[in-house]
């Protein structure tokens, strides 16, 4: 086996056994299953470049060097070929896409194997080890000794040639083999999940070698935060053209968050029907039944017989959204019933609608919250709900997967409210949430011990108040019991926000609370038999004071408890009003409250014992 790192770099001899340069790169033709090595790059006096046929001058290659078939006299240089690519320039510490993993993973070495006489390239490395040996093989085998000593393997992550795609190149350029699964052979879905892995310069080049069609079904795959972005970096043509196929509620999800201009430039260059379709749409409120239904519905009469329906369906609704309904209207438009295509199909052909129609049709009006339409499909088990106006006017339907959408949307937004993860995006925020919200606590007690630290330093006080000294830096050195106590009543309440809907059935706040004593009390005298030990074995105190700094503790635990409670109930209160407060807020605040508790008690424990 052959690696691309350690072939760069390697000399070349000629046939004379003259060095006359060092591999450079090595080109490979890309049309078969495992690419041949069609040609070899070395650098040549003063660095020239030099190219040379592979099958027509390389007698021999080891991990030393590479060997000529003839003298430097007798070479004759090639070049590189429109079906050939260099694996040191095109593919070495590029990224590539993984058609099989639906990842963007980087190129960290290249794996070739010689087998008669001709040199293959089997796929890319992107693990840990290629990294290593491009650094140095040493680096390599010493990993490998020092995973060996723990009774591991370090294994190779390799990439076979039949699942990369090229980025970086034109797509159109580099022929493939037939076996080889292009990344626009993807479904759109799992295109989506790789185009969110790439910089917007890389999934422009992507788009390039989509069609209209799929781009129109990736970009709907795609998460919201990047259709807006993906649209917006496609020329004005292209772009409206891909929002015409869309689906005009998506289409119109994704308009609504571009820039003024750009959106009238995009809606001026549409069809006159799609273009009105998706301004009516954005003339609904967000976050309502309008602003997540699509206009598309399959609208018919009840004097209709059933063939009629059916050629109706064939020759002008076949591209509507959903047809698992068939929607009954009147002269003016407003909804009569509703005939699934299960009827329809089973029913005889010469069959009035009226006489299979179903009259008790469960709609949402256009004003409806989301949610509650979801919730409404979710109970009585619909593909699609229809929405209608004050009138009784069909306007559109909700279709399945909007409704899927929006619960999960709402899930996350219920998550992130009582976490308080909604306010936090971008490297600040993540760094918030790694350093401060998860470990608050040991933020708090650093603090505290600081403060503790710094106050006994002042000989002066603490000649005058050594006991409360002593025992404000004990309470600091003991805080995290108090810390924890207070994270895990916000905890318990941050819980009851998430499984509890707004107004649902709660205990009450005395029976909360009782809960909480139980749990707080057995937490408190814990704490209280550590403190006393503490104080005890540690000579800064007598038996008294250490008695009274253990019932100090005790007492600061069931404060905190008490007090992270009562926050948790104004909390609930909030969420029921619909302002639910961040989950970290209630316990950054219970943090300080209990802190500033349980070091006070114990400062004014130890001047009461100096000054009592």
Avoid at 516 to 522: D, F, P, T, W
Avoid at 567 to 580: I, N, V
Wanted: hydrophobic share 45%.
């Amino acid at each position: 086996m052959f690696y691309l790192t350690r072939m760069l770099g390697k000399p070349v001899v000629d046939a004379a056994g003259e060095t006359i340069g060092r591999i450079s790169d090595i080109a490979v033709a890309t049309g078969e299953v495992f690419p041949r090595v069609t040609a070899l790059a070395f650098l040549g006096p003063g660095k020239t470049p030099f190219m040379l046929s592979w099958r027509k001058y390389v007698d021999s290659i080891d991990d030393e060097k590479v060997v000529l078939n003839a003298t430097k006299d007798a070479l004759r240089f090639s070049y590189l070929q429109p079906d050939e690519i260099l694996l040191a320039r095109d593919l070495l510490n590029k990224q590539i896409v993984d058609t099989q993993g639906m990842k963007v993973v980087r190129v960290n070495d290249l794996k070739l194997s010689e087998s008669r006489n001709q040199l293959r390239l089997l796929g890319a490395e992107v693990g840990i080890r290629g990294i290593l040996r491009g650094l140095h093989p040493a680096l390599e085998s010493f990993a490998e000794r020092i995973a060996k000593v723990f009774g591991k393997d370090l294994p190779e992550n390799i990439i076979a040639w039949n699942y990369m795609d090229l980025l970086e190149r034109d797509l159109s350029q580099v022929k493939l083999s037939v076996t080889h699964k292009r990344l626009h052979e993807l479904h759109p879905a799992d295109i989506a999940d790789v185009l969110e892995q790439l910089s917007p310069a890389q999934r422009a080049k992507v788009f390039e070698h989509l069609d209209n069609s799929q781009a129109a079904e990736t970009i709907s795959e795609l998460e919201d935060a990047f259709q807006a972005e993906v649209i917006g970096d496609l020329g004005t043509q292209r772009a409206s053209d891909i929002l015409e196929i869309m689906d005009p509620d998506d289409a119109a999800d994704i308009i609504g968050d571009l820039p003024y201009d750009k959106a009238e430039a995009l809606l001026r260059l549409m069809g006159v029907n799609e273009a009105r379709a998706i301004r009516s749409l954005l003339g609904y409120r967000e976050k309502t039944a309008g602003g997540i239904m699509t206009p598309e519905v399959t609208r018919v009469t009840e004097n209709m017989t059933v063939g009629e329906v059916i050629e109706h369906i064939r020759n002008e609704a076949s591209e509507n959204e959903s047809l698992y309904y068939i929607y009954v209207v009147d002269a003016d438009g407003r909804l009569e019933g509703v005939v699934s295509l299960r009827d329809l199909v089973l029913s005889d052909p010469s069959t009035k609608i009226a006489d299979i129609v179903s009259r008790d049709v469960i709609t949402a009006q256009v004003d409806d919250d989301q949610e509650t339409v979801a919730e409404t499909m979710s109970k009585y088990d619909l593909l699609a709900l229809p929405v209608v106006d004050e009138t009784g006017k069909l306007l559109g339907i909700v279709t399945v997967d909007d409704a899927l959408e929006v619960l999960e949307e709402e899930s996350a937004e219920d998550l992130e409210l009582a976490t308080g993860a909604s306010r936090e995006h971008g490297p600040l925020a993540t760094a918030w949430w790694l350093i401060v919200r998860r470990n608050a606590w040991v933020a708090l007690w650093a603090v505290a011990l600081l403060a503790a630290a710094s106050f006994r330093s002042d000989a002066e006080l603490c000649s005058r108040l050594p006991a409360a000294c002593n025992l404000m830096l004990a309470a600091a050195i003991l805080l995290p019991i108090v810390l924890r106590a207070a994270d895990e009543v916000s905890s318990r309440t941050i819980t009851e926000l998430i499984d509890t809907t707004p107004g649902g059935q709660r205990p009450s706040f005395a029976r909360r609370l009782f809960r909480e004593s139980g749990i707080g009390a057995a937490v408190a005298v814990t704490a209280a038999a550590v403190a006393f030990l503490w104080v005890e074995i540690g000579g800064s105190g007598t038996d008294a004071s250490a008695a009274l700094f253990a019932l100090v503790t005790a007492l600061a635990v069931l404060f905190t408890v008490f007090f992270g409670s009562a926050l948790g109930e104004a909390a609930l209160k909030a969420s029921d009003a619909g302002k639910t407060p961040p989950g970290s807020l209630l316990a950054f605040a219970a943090m300080v409250a209990g802190s500033t508790a349980y070091l006070g008690l114990a400062y004014a424990l130890g001047a009461w014992i100096e000054l009592g």
